[in-house]
């Protein structure tokens, strides 16, 4: 269903959380107001003894900059500085999913508390923090946000937190730590329950890989600088953690690759071979086949490399891009950040459930080219020194493919359409385009695919499985998740 594209808020008015608190002046009065706020939820109604706390507006400098927007790229630089496992596709998408969920569902009890609530909030029930009479306060939607994002991103990453400290104080002039009687009656509670939510989802299991890497067609390390033993490989255990919306990561796995059970018939098939030979002819650094816009392709959607905002980063970036064509408000925007991180969450799982938890571990390109005894080939991938540079994974499904897939998926479900023109960025090192005009959200997909077959570190059919994958994880996100409410009603599950 396409949005409406403009959620206007409540009349403005007097709010309860900005309202003069009568009686008790003096500080022991206002610390007084203060509890009082803290302790006012829902069930009684929240009374004006809330206004003792909030922030006077004229401490405020905020301007038309939407604050999910504001948000998101606080949280890519976050993506682009971590290191190590933290690095990972599947890390970086769980933290997006975590804090868009959590700012789609403050801003859904902003919605509900004034009346304009249109979409199911994620996991719970909406709730209400003010009574019927209540009217929105000075920049109170955008507090909610700021609040709830700050706090997300801040326990999400630890070590950025003077960066997210300075972002909070560039974007309200106020500091992170000054009290705001939103925390209490909103924040706390979204946060624990997102917090909640993923507690024990199996995302810090620190298991290394013992696999088989011996075995022709099985993946072993490729050789680079952090992937010289088989217990490199990168978070094996990911396809395991409990999803958001799916009921497990393998809810969309083919029970085999192209119906191949064992090494030895996959190796020895016409197909592997075709395949083998068209990554190594189309892959190659030397390549004199791949076209200069294959070229393009390849690099455009790779960040692979520390120091970028790797692939979930970079359509994250591309969500808000299509928000600001569309020119959302303040709540459609919350909700399709919401919808495109949790489908790219799950998509990131349900990869590494097919890379590390299917009967066949394949091989990375370089490893089965140089099993032909063709040792001098090397991929078009490398890394910012310019050596060879393949991901420290087995190969299907194509992560990259699953991810683009469930974005675009994601978003022709929300606008409910697919063509629709745009401008995609790159910040990949190596990119020959920073900018790349796009005619479709399905034009994402099928970039997104083809990519790591241009850039040698993928197979054909991992790119085409990775890119089902990717399509039925959004699809069931989509039809299951932030629903349109029912009848004016709340589903309450």
């Given at each position: 269903m396409a949005p409406a594209l403009d959620h206007g808020r409540p009349p403005a008015s007097k709010s309860v959380l900005s309202r003069p608190r009568s009686g008790g002046g003096g500080r022991r009065g206002r610390l007084r107001a203060a509890v009082m706020a803290g302790a006012l939820l829902v069930g009684a109604g929240v009374t004006s003894a809330a206004a003792a706390g909030a922030p006077a507006a004229a401490t405020t400098r905020y301007d038309n900059d939407d604050p999910t927007q504001y948000w998101n790229r606080v949280l890519l630089q976050t993506f682009r500085n971590a290191r190590g496992w933290d690095a990972s596709p599947g890390k970086l998408s769980r933290s997006g999913a975590m804090v868009f969920a959590a700012v789609y569902n403050a801003e859904s009890a902003y919605q509900y508390t004034y009346k304009t609530l249109k979409y199911e909030p994620y996991l719970d029930k909406p709730f209400k923090y003010a009574d019927k009479h209540a009217r929105p306060g000075p920049h109170e939607q955008e507090r909610l946000i700021d609040r709830t994002a700050y706090r997300m991103i801040s326990q999400l990453y630890p070590s950025d937190r003077a960066y997210i400290d300075a972002k909070y104080r560039a974007r309200t002039g106020r500091s992170p730590y000054a009290y705001d009687p939103l925390d209490r009656l909103v924040v706390d509670r979204v946060i624990r329950q997102i917090n909640r939510s993923r507690a024990g989802d199996g995302s810090h299991n620190p298991a290394t890989y013992h696999g088989n890497t011996t075995t022709p067609g099985a993946w072993r390390p490729t050789g680079g600088a952090d992937c010289t033993k088989k217990t490199d490989a990168v978070t094996p255990n990911w396809g395991k953690v409990r999803p958001f919306v799916l009921r497990s990561g393998s809810q969309f796995r083919p029970p085999t690759l192209r119906g191949f059970t064992n090494y030895a018939d996959l190796v020895a098939s016409p197909e592997y071979a075709r395949q083998r030979d068209e990554v190594r002819r189309l892959g190659a650094v030397d390549s004199t086949e791949r076209t200069y816009e294959q070229t393009v392709i390849g690099w455009f959607w790779d960040h692979d490399l520390d120091g970028t905002y790797h692939p979930p980063g970079q359509l994250l970036e591309l969500t808000g891009i299509v928000a600001k064509k569309f020119r959302l408000g303040t709540y459609d925007t919350t909700r399709l950040f919401a919808a495109s991180a949790l489908s790219l969450a799950d998509a990131g799982i349900a990869a590494w459930d097919s890379k590390f938890d299917s009967p066949i571990k394949l091989w990375r390109p370089v490893s089965?080219?140089?099993?032909?005894?063709?040792?001098?080939?090397?991929?078009?991938?490398?890394?910012?020194?310019?050596?060879?540079?393949?991901?420290?994974?087995?190969?299907?499904?194509?992560?990259?493919?699953?991810?683009?897939?469930?974005?675009?998926?994601?978003?022709?479900?929300?606008?409910?359409?697919?063509?629709?023109?745009?401008?995609?960025?790159?910040?990949?090192?190596?990119?020959?385009?920073?900018?790349?005009?796009?005619?479709?959200?399905?034009?994402?997909?099928?970039?997104?695919?083809?990519?790591?077959?241009?850039?040698?570190?993928?197979?054909r059919w991992d790119a085409e499985d990775g890119r089902q994958i990717g399509t039925n994880v959004a699809k069931y996100v989509s039809a299951n998740s932030l629903l349109p409410i029912r009848s004016g009603r709340p589903h309450h599950g």
């Open positions: 089965a080219i140089h099993a032909t005894g063709n040792l001098g080939w090397e991929p078009l991938s490398s890394d910012r020194a310019g050596l060879p540079f393949t991901p420290c994974f087995p190969a299907w499904t194509s992560g990259h493919a699953n991810f683009t897939a469930a974005w675009a998926t994601a978003m022709q479900r929300f606008f409910g359409r697919d063509r629709v023109s745009f401008v995609a960025h790159s910040e990949d090192p190596h990119t020959l385009q920073a900018f790349r005009l796009m005619s479709s959200f399905s034009q994402v997909a099928t970039e997104g695919e083809f990519s790591r077959l241009y850039l040698g570190v993928h197979f």
